[in-house]
């Protein structure tokens, strides 16, 4: 029997289908205005984008009602839900599948493509052809991979009377915002992409481009970071194992464009302010977005064993792999070819300014990348070409990577209270004298009172405090100036002038950001506790300062499980409920945590197996865990900010 359903599948089956040659005239279109000598042709590209956003709309609606309606007869549908399933994880299933996640990506990079179009027509409409024609071409790629090797819309016959279920640690509220977040910053590189290789094509003159690639950029960088973060609380939140980042392969893949992101985001702030850095930015744009195409191969290509990944098809991964290939390989051929071509600029002005310090930014930023990538995939070239299986797990990344990420938090405290060109030693010896003595007490009470001592938190802690102080400070200046200057209460000029200069104070809460997340990470990653005993009804345990103990377990169920379901009395005071899940389509068992939060710590318990009438009890005390969190949404308000303000850039020649 047709139903309306199965109707709606193959018209946003046929939708995705015609924007298959729209992207492909979308990426054709300069060049077959310049062929024809029609100039007006090329305006079809600004119109193929928005065609193309309708058309994967249209597709989107009708795979989203197929998993809220049960449609079994789709493939994707069948093995990705269940009629059991709650509504909300209905919805999230739709990238919840490799074929879906791949759709998914795809109408992303067709809502920035229009979002480009958008503000391309007035800001640059004369080279915007040349960028859509880039995202035209990274559309073409993957539209055909979605239509010939992951199709969402295909059919299955017979038409089964339910579905598999969704992977049940998919079914948590972080899946409904952390896929979409990253994703909104992986595709996001792809605009400054597109516009550097457009810049190049075209020979777009820098101080045109530069504005335009730093907001988009940002914009990007924002949302990766903001998907990272999501990533690391579903993990803490749902696997059970008391962390939030493991180094996973699959992780790794999310935090290398991330790097090199960091790097272009405040490499393009040094060329916008003194005109240097012209070639490496264009390099670290099209670096970024090839390793974001690098995380969808690592992810979708079956070459990694991950709780992230997806597929294990090897069809799929060499059309990704030759699909990356060609555009990386084009993108850098058009870098060789014009990427040097601006002319010579001057270097800073002396070893102890500004820029200096943002270039040794990069160059940590960079070498920390460089150092992930070949953690990551140094493995995989082992086993391909000498069969030899070898693990990169977290004691590399901890101390090859880690150092350097401290060293970033330190020039972070550094770099913004610097001038450009040259800085004045006794004027940075004055200005830097309480911070740094704050600083060096916070470091010094860390290796005094933390046990077991670690000088690695000592210097992040110690590191944190400086840059945290140095923005404190840099707004009092800065009010405390624009209560002189206009006569006012300094409580009315702090407001006030944040907010004319929101760029510079975003900036600026983004770093107290950072160092608010990395006390966090420093207190949660050196100073947690666990233990993992055998309990039952009526037995405590003692954990740090805190006693855990087992009131009773009882049966409980679900929309679409069963549990077993334990209570723990947490200091004789707080209840805490832990559940041990078993999935009636899949039978696969999960565990729910049981998590008591304050900013100075969280009891994190976690309720396992059972045998002989006893448990499997694992128990963590994590410090400051809620102060990664906070710290990440700062860095976020930080980067709307900057966002927020449109000024032309003051270059300090």
Known sequence: MITPSHQLIEIGHFAVMLALPVALLQALAPLLARALRRPQLATVAVRGAWLQLLLALVGWAALTHA???????????????NSALPLIYKITAVWGSHEGSLYFWYVILVAWTAGLAWHGRRAFPDRLAVALAVQGALSVGFLGLILFLSNPFARLLPVPGNGRDLNPLLQDPGMAIH??????????????????????????????????????????????????????????????????????PVENASFMPWLTGAALVHSLMVQEQRRILHSWNLFLAILTFSLSLLGTFLVRSGVLSSVHAFAVDPGRGAYILAFLALVVG??????????????????????????????????LFTVA???????????????????????????????????????LVLLMGIAPSLPWRRAQPRHLLRRFMWPGALALLAALLILVLARPVS????????????????????????????????????????????????????????????????????????????????????????????????VGVGPASGPNYDAQRGEFLLDGRVLLASERRSYHASGMPTSESGIDSTWLRDVYIVLGEARDGRYTVSAYVNPLVQWIWAGAGLIGLGVLMCLGERQTARRAD
Not at 67 to 81: G, L
Not at 354 to 361: I, P, V
Not at 504 to 514: M, Q, R, T
């Open 67 to 81: 998993f809220v309606s049960d449609n079994f007869s789709v493939w994707n549908v069948a093995q990705n839900s």
């Open 179 to 248: 896929p979409p977040m990253l994703y909104m910053g992986y595709v996001g590189f792809s605009i400054p992409f597109a516009l550097v290789l457009t810049a190049m094509l075209t020979r777009w003159p820098a101080e045109d481009w530069l504005p335009v690639v730093r907001r988009w950029a940002l914009a990007a960088f924002g949302f990766l970071t903001l998907g990272i973060v999501l990533g690391g609380a579903w993990a803490y939140y749902e696997l059970g194992w008391g962390g939030y980042w493991a180094w996973d």
């Open 330 to 363: 084009g993108a850098f051929s058009i870098f060789l070819w014009r990427g040097g071509e601006a002319q010579a600029s001057p270097r800073p002005s002396a070893w102890l300014s500004r820029e200096t310090m943002l270039l040794a930014n990069n160059v």
């Open 369 to 407: 990348g460089a150092c992930v990538f070949l953690g990551t995939l140094y493995p995989l070239f082992l086993d391909v070409t000498a069969e030899q299986k070898i693990t990169v797990a977290a004691p590399y990344f901890n101390s090859v990577v880690v150092p350097q990420l401290l060293l």
């Open 455 to 550: 000088p690695l938190a000592a210097l992040a802690v110690g590191f944190a405090v400086l840059a945290a102080v140095g923005v404190v400070a840099d707004v009092w200046r800065g009010g405390r100036s624009l209560a002189l200057a206009e006569p006012q209460p300094l409580l009315l000029a702090l407001p006030r002038n944040v907010w004319r200069a929101r760029r510079h104070y975003g900036a600026l809460l983004a770093h107290f950001g950072v160092s608010v997340a990395a006390v966090g990470l420093a207190a949660a990653g050196l100073f947690r506790q666990e233990a993992m005993v055998t309990m039952a009804p009526g037995d405590s345990l003692n954990i740090g300062r805190h006693n855990v103990q087992l």
